[in-house]
């Protein structure tokens, strides 16, 4: 079983910057896809980013390139998501998730196994 926990949200001026993080003590984390999602109020829940297990390739939606970047640290089983230039827009519930199949999408909420609780991101303008 693998439990994430995410930390690092909180409330944030427009421009600013958060830093997520996503943290496992569970087992073979560091061979498992990490994405990162969001979902604001009354909206779904939606793709972010995401990062294969060895961080050989690295997925973004089109409206956080450039602005978000993701990585992560097998030796710690943690994977950061680095948001700068916030906007009050990418306010929202962030949530890691992992996934065991590796083969599968790694765009579709669905196809993920593992989920944190979600850490709160707020821009204020």
């Known amino acids: 079983q693998v439990q994430l926990v995410e930390s690092g949200g909180g409330l944030v001026q427009a421009g600013g910057s958060l830093r997520l993080s996503c943290a496992t003590s569970?087992?073979?984390?560091?061979?498992?896809?990490v994405g990162w999602f969001r979902q604001a109020p009354g909206q779904e829940r939606e793709f972010v980013a995401a990062i294969t297990w060895n961080g050989n390739n690295i997925y973004y939606t089109d409206s956080v390139k450039g602005r978000f970047t993701v990585s992560r640290d097998n030796f710690k089983n943690t994977v950061y998501l680095q948001m700068n230039s916030l906007r009050p827009e990418h306010a929202a519930v962030y949530y890691c998730?992992?996934?065991?199949?590796?083969?599968?999408?790694?765009?579709?909420?669905?196809?993920?196994?593992?989920w944190g609780q979600g850490t709160q991101v707020t821009v204020s303008s």
């Open positions: 998730a992992a996934q065991v199949d590796n083969s599968a999408t790694l765009y579709s909420a669905r196809r993920y196994d593992y």
């Open positions: 569970g087992r073979g984390f560091s061979g498992y896809p």
